[in-house]
C-alpha cells in the first residue's frame, strides 16, 4: 500500500552537531490534492523556523499542486535520468507513484538543506512490519565496506545492530553484512533508528528479515542500496510516535481523506 502521508524532518546544525526531528506532515488527500501543516516539534527543536511560503505553525496549507518546497525535491520528468531514478526507488517507470509515495522513498534529501521526508510505517495485510528505504552512511565506512557494497548483486541478508557509540546519532542503528568476517556496510535512516530499537526489546534484531532488495549501480551513493526489512508487528506497538509528531493544529480536521 502506497502511503498517502510523510513526515518532514529538519536538522539543525552540522552532520556531527546538530539535532534532528520531525516538525512537519504532508498529506495527499482521496481527492489528490496536497495538504502540510506542522507538528509539535516544529516548537522544541532549537533553531527551527518555518518553511518560506509557510509561516504559521498553526496553519494548515493546502494545495492543488505539490508544494514548491517538496516539488524541488523530486527529480523533473523533463531531465533524461527520471526514468532511472524511478527505477533506483524500485518504481516501474511505465506506472510511475503518486509525488506522495515517491517522496516516501527517495527522502527528498538535497545537499543544500536539512530537510527530510520520511513515511511512517504501517503493518502489512499479514500483519508484519514492512518498510523499504536507502541504506544510509556508505560513504562513512571502510575502504573494505565499500568494496563489498560496490561488489553486491542483491538479495544478500544483513544484520542489524544499535550503535551506542555513535556520538553524531546516539540512537543510530549500523548494518552489517552476515559474513565471516562482519562488515559494517551503512546505518539504517534516522526516522527508523528508535522504532526498531523498540522493536528490539519487543523481539530481536535477528527475528527481522533485512536484506539487499535492489542494488542500483549507476546511482548516486546515498541511492546505492535499496533495503527491505520484514519482521512481526509486536501487539500494541505504534511508530512515529511522541509529542514530536503531534500536529499543532485541530486533529479534528486533520484525518487523510
Same mark, same amino acid.
Given at each position: 500500500?502506497?502511503?498517502?502521508?510523510?513526515?518532514?524532518?529538519?536538522?539543525?546544525?552540522?552532520?556531527?552537531?546538530?539535532?534532528?526531528?520531525?516538525?512537519?506532515?504532508?498529506?495527499?488527500?482521496? +481527492?489528490?490534492?496536497?495538504?502540510?501543516?506542522?507538528?509539535?516539534?516544529?516548537?522544541?527543536?532549537?533553531?527551527?523556523?518555518?518553511?518560506?511560503?509557510?509561516?504559521?505553525?498553526?496553519?494548515?496549507?493546502?494545495?492543488?499542486?505539490?508544494?514548491?518546497?517538496?516539488?524541488?525535491?523530486?527529480?523533473?520528468?523533463?531531465?533524461?535520468?527520471?526514468?532511472?531514478?524511478?527505477?533506483?526507488?524500485?518504481?516501474?517507470?511505465?506506472?510511475?507513484?503518486?509525488?506522495?509515495?515517491?517522496?516516501?522513498?527517495?527522502?527528498?534529501?538535497? +545537499?543544500? =538543506?536539512?530537510?527530510?521526508?520520511?513515511?511512517?510505517?504501517?503493518?502489512?495485510?499479514?500483519?508484519?512490519?514492512?518498510?523499504?528505504?536507502?541504506?544510509?552512511?556508505?560513504?562513512?565506512?571502510?575502504?573494505?565496506?565499500?568494496?563489498?557494497?560496490?561488489?553486491?548483486?542483491?538479495?544478500?541478508?544483513? =544484520?542489524?545492530?544499535? =550503535? @551506542?557509540?555513535?556520538?553524531?546519532?546516539?540512537?543510530?542503528?549500523?548494518?552489517?553484512?552476515?559474513?565471516?568476517?562482519?562488515?559494517?556496510?551503512?546505518?539504517?535512516?534516522?526516522?527508523?533508528?528508535?522504532?526498531?530499537?523498540?522493536?528490539?526489546? +519487543?523481539?530481536?534484531?535477528?527475528?527481522? =528479515?533485512?536484506?539487499?532488495?535492489?542494488? @542500483?549501480?549507476? +546511482?548516486?551513493?546515498?541511492?546505492?542500496?535499496?533495503?527491505?526489512?520484514?519482521?512481526?508487528?509486536?501487539?500494541?506497538?505504534?511508530?512515529?510516535?511522541?509529542?514530536?509528531?503531534?500536529?499543532?493544529?485541530?486533529? %479534528?480536521?486533520?484525518?487523510? %481523506?
Amino acid at each position: 500500500m502506497e502511503p498517502k502521508a510523510v513526515f518532514v524532518a529538519w536538522r539543525s546544525g552540522g552532520p556531527s552537531t546538530g539535532h534532528w526531528g520531525p516538525v512537519g506532515r504532508l498529506d495527499m488527500t482521496s +481527492a489528490g490534492t496536497f495538504r502540510f501543516l506542522y507538528t509539535r516539534g516544529a516548537r522544541t527543536l532549537e533553531g527551527f523556523e518555518p518553511f518560506p511560503g509557510m509561516p504559521l505553525l498553526d496553519e494548515v496549507y493546502e494545495s492543488v499542486k505539490l508544494f514548491p518546497l517538496f516539488a524541488n525535491r523530486l527529480l523533473a520528468k523533463s531531465r533524461p535520468e527520471y526514468e532511472a531514478y524511478l527505477r533506483w526507488g524500485g518504481f516501474a517507470p511505465t506506472l510511475p507513484p503518486d509525488p506522495i509515495a515517491l517522496l516516501a522513498v527517495m527522502e527528498g534529501r538535497r +545537499a543544500t =538543506d536539512s530537510v527530510e521526508v520520511f513515511p511512517c510505517p504501517t503493518a502489512g495485510q499479514d500483519g508484519m512490519f514492512e518498510c523499504t528505504f536507502f541504506l544510509h552512511g556508505i560513504r562513512w565506512t571502510t575502504p573494505q565496506a565499500q568494496e563489498w557494497v560496490g561488489q553486491s548483486t542483491g538479495g544478500e541478508q544483513l =544484520d542489524l545492530q544499535p =550503535d @551506542n557509540a555513535n556520538e553524531a546519532a546516539p540512537k543510530a542503528v549500523g548494518v552489517w553484512t552476515r559474513t565471516s568476517s562482519p562488515l559494517r556496510i551503512g546505518y539504517v535512516p534516522r526516522y527508523l533508528a528508535r522504532d526498531i530499537r523498540r522493536l528490539d526489546d +519487543a523481539s530481536s534484531l535477528r527475528a527481522i =528479515d533485512l536484506r539487499i532488495y535492489q542494488v @542500483n549501480a549507476d +546511482a548516486p551513493l546515498q541511492q546505492r542500496l535499496l533495503c527491505r526489512f520484514r519482521t512481526k508487528w509486536p501487539t500494541g506497538f505504534e511508530p512515529c510516535t511522541g509529542e514530536e509528531f503531534e500536529p499543532i493544529p485541530d486533529a %479534528s480536521a486533520l484525518a487523510v %481523506s
